[in-house]
C-alpha cells in the first residue's frame, strides 16, 4: 500500500509564495507519475499540475502556468509544488496523487491516480 502525504500549505498573502511537498512511500517511487490537485469550496477537484515517471515534460493547468512548478527528487520520494504570485483563487485544499506508471505521459484526471493524500490547505489572503 502506497501512503501519500503532503505538507507545507498554510496562510499566505495574495502575490506571495508558498512550497507544498507530497512524501509517498514505497521502493518504488521512481515508477509514479505525481501530480497535484486541488478543491476549492464548492467547486469540483481541479487538475493543477504533473510530472512523469521520468521527471521529464512537466504539465500545468492553465490557470496556475508560469506560476507553479513541480519538481521531483527520486532520492527523497518526495514531489514538490512550488507556488508563486499566489491570488485569492488559488486558496483550496491541494490534493497529491501518484500513480504507478513508469511508461508514456501523464494524466490530468483525477481517474488516473491510484494514490491520494488527505490534502493541505492553502489560503490566499487579500
Known amino acids: 500500500q502506497v501512503q501519500v502525504v503532503e505538507s507545507g500549505g498554510g496562510l499566505v498573502q495574495a502575490g506571495g509564495s508558498l512550497r507544498l511537498s507530497c512524501a509517498a512511500s514505497g521502493r518504488t517511487f521512481s515508477r509514479y507519475s505525481l501530480a497535484w490537485f486541488r478543491r476549492a469550496p464548492g467547486a469540483e477537484t481541479e487538475f493543477v499540475a504533473a510530472i512523469p515517471y521520468s521527471g521529464g515534460r512537466t504539465y500545468y493547468a492553465d490557470s496556475v502556468k508560469g506560476r507553479f512548478t513541480i519538481s521531483r527528487d527520486n532520492a527523497n520520494n518526495t514531489a514538490y509544488l512550488q507556488m508563486s504570485s499566489l491570488k485569492l483563487e488559488d486558496t483550496a485544499v491541494y490534493y497529491c496523487?501518484?500513480?504507478?506508471?513508469?511508461?508514456?505521459?501523464?494524466?490530468?484526471?483525477?481517474?488516473?491516480?491510484?494514490?491520494w493524500g488527505q490534502g493541505t490547505q492553502v489560503t490566499v489572503s487579500s
Open positions: 496523487a501518484a500513480v504507478d506508471r513508469p511508461y508514456g505521459s501523464v494524466s490530468k484526471a483525477v481517474s488516473g491516480y491510484d494514490y
